[in-house]
């Protein structure tokens, strides 16, 4: 009697976790990654809240719902390689960046040899900056190497799809290409390959040193200013 009982108890356990409702329990407490990484920190549904590295400092969050990345008083000196590319904030889905207080974006360098340096990369995806506060201010700087060096980069790799497009709506934004010592090297402020749109707050986009070509702003298809918007772009000098 008892091993028959026993024998059925084994069965149901085994039936149990067989259940798509135990499955679905276990994979429930695993975080959702997104497309985006912060300072090298990859973003998930676990730290979006708060999201904190070596690299980070301030507050800085996500909010999936919207696609909405918060700065507030944050300053990001960590940086993800990808596309041989050191980049301090990096995402392949369309973001917006909402700017409050004073920030700022500084990626430290990598030991790979002729890496390009990005203070935001966008790969395939689309950027809005605004400043719902109307107080921000963001200063990219991206760093100096024998590559390319871009403050803000928006790359279109697929042809056809309507991406790498930057929108800026407001705040006060300095953005700067670092020194790009390599022959032929290039360093652009901001380098679109979709559309620039501005349609409001003070920007000022400065090319570094170049082995090559330098320049403030640099957009493959269309450059829109509008509103109230101020923009100052600015080219360097050759190496």
Same mark, same amino acid.
């Given at each position: 009697?008892?091993?028959?009982?026993?024998?059925?108890?084994?069965?149901? *356990?085994?039936?149990?976790?067989?259940?798509?409702?135990?499955?679905?329990?276990?994979?429930?407490?695993?975080?959702?990654?997104?497309?985006?990484?912060?300072?090298?920190? $990859?973003?998930?549904?676990?730290? *979006?809240?708060?999201?904190?590295?070596?690299?980070?400092?301030?507050?800085?969050?996500?909010?999936? +719902?919207?696609?909405?990345?918060?700065?507030?008083?944050?300053?990001?000196?960590?940086?993800?390689?990808?596309?041989? *590319?050191?980049?301090?904030?990096?995402?392949?889905?369309?973001?917006?960046?909402?700017?409050?207080?004073?920030?700022?974006?500084?990626?430290?360098?990598?030991?790979?040899?002729?890496?390009?340096?990005?203070?935001?990369?966008?790969?395939? *995806?689309? +950027?809005?900056?605004?400043?719902?506060?109307?107080?921000?201010?963001?200063?990219?700087?991206?760093?100096?190497?024998?590559?390319?060096?871009?403050?803000?980069?928006?790359?279109?790799s697929i042809s056809g799809v309507p991406t790498g497009n930057i929108t800026i709506s407001g705040g006060e934004i300095t953005v700067s290409g670092g020194t790009?010592?390599?022959?032929?090297?290039?360093?652009?402020?901001? $380098?679109?390959?979709?559309?620039?749109?501005?349609?409001?707050?003070?920007?000022?986009?400065?090319?570094?040193?170049?082995?090559?070509?330098?320049?403030?702003?640099?957009?493959?298809?269309?450059?829109?200013?509008?509103?109230?918007?101020?923009?100052?772009?600015?080219g360097g000098r050759p190496g």
């Amino acid at each position: 009697m008892k091993k028959r009982l026993l024998s059925v108890l084994l069965t149901v *356990c085994m039936v149990l976790t067989l259940l798509p409702g135990a499955t679905l329990t276990a994979s429930a407490s695993e975080p959702t990654d997104y497309n985006l990484r912060v300072g090298g920190v $990859q973003v998930t549904s676990a730290n *979006c809240a708060n999201i904190t590295g070596s690299g980070i400092t301030g507050s800085v969050s996500y909010d999936p +719902l919207t696609s909405t990345l918060t700065l507030d008083g944050a300053t990001i000196t960590g940086f993800y390689s990808i596309n041989e *590319c050191d980049a301090g904030i990096f995402t392949s889905e369309d973001l917006t960046i909402d700017l409050v207080n004073a920030n700022s974006i500084t990626p430290g360098r990598s030991d790979y040899s002729n890496q390009n340096s990005v203070g935001i990369y966008v790969w395939n *995806c689309n +950027l809005t900056i605004s400043s719902a506060s109307g107080n921000g201010t963001l200063r990219v700087a991206s760093n100096d190497t024998t590559a390319d060096s871009s403050g803000i980069y928006s790359e279109r790799s697929i042809s056809g799809v309507p991406t790498g497009n930057i929108t800026i709506s407001g705040g006060e934004i300095t953005v700067s290409g670092g020194t790009s010592s390599g022959a032929g090297s290039k360093s652009y402020g901001i $380098q679109a390959w979709g559309n620039l749109t501005i349609s409001g707050g003070e920007i000022t986009a400065t090319g570094g040193t170049a082995g090559g070509i330098s320049r403030g702003i640099y957009v493959f298809k269309i450059l829109s200013v509008t509103g109230n918007a101020t923009v100052l772009a600015i080219g360097g000098r050759p190496g």
